[in-house]
């Protein structure tokens, strides 16, 4: 298939790092997703560590707004129990990424005379 049939370019499933993910819920706040490592044939792959994600929703002023985040667990129960620090770690960067994102546009400077024809003022940033 030429580059103009496919525009994705060659796909291929990276058979190394394979994972069968399994999902735990409380059906009210929490989920946390299981990824276990495994070879080719479906097998677990001991030799690598399994791993968890945190996932829950929250309501902001904007609406709902998605939370994933990485959970420092070698056990679901561990995972459980590390759940709640992980969201507010995860909320606690998302914070701090808007105050930047507000610093960054607040310090970009505005040449009067410079804008757009409807008047207004050029960003340099």
């Not at 394979?18 to 276990?36: G, M």
């Not at 002023?61 to 129960?77: D, K, S, V």
């Not at 129990?81 to 610093?103: C, K």
């Amino acid at each position: 298939m030429s580059e103009e049939t496919n525009p994705l370019g060659e796909i291929t499933v990276d058979q190394d790092n394979l994972y069968r993910e399994d999902t735990f819920t409380d059906l009210k706040v929490a989920s946390i997703r299981r990824l276990t490592p495994i070879r080719a044939d479906g097998s677990d792959d001991t030799s690598r560590p399994v791993m968890f994600v945190g996932e829950t929703t929250l309501m902001s002023q904007r609406g709902p707004l998605p939370i994933n985040c990485p959970i420092e667990a070698t056990t679901l129960e561990d995972a459980m129990n590390a759940f709640p620090q992980a969201v507010q770690a995860a909320v606690e960067r998302l914070m701090e990424e808007a105050r930047e994102m507000q610093r960054q546009e607040a310090s970009r400077i505005v040449v009067p005379g410079q804008g757009p024809p409807s008047g207004g003022g050029r960003i340099i940033g």
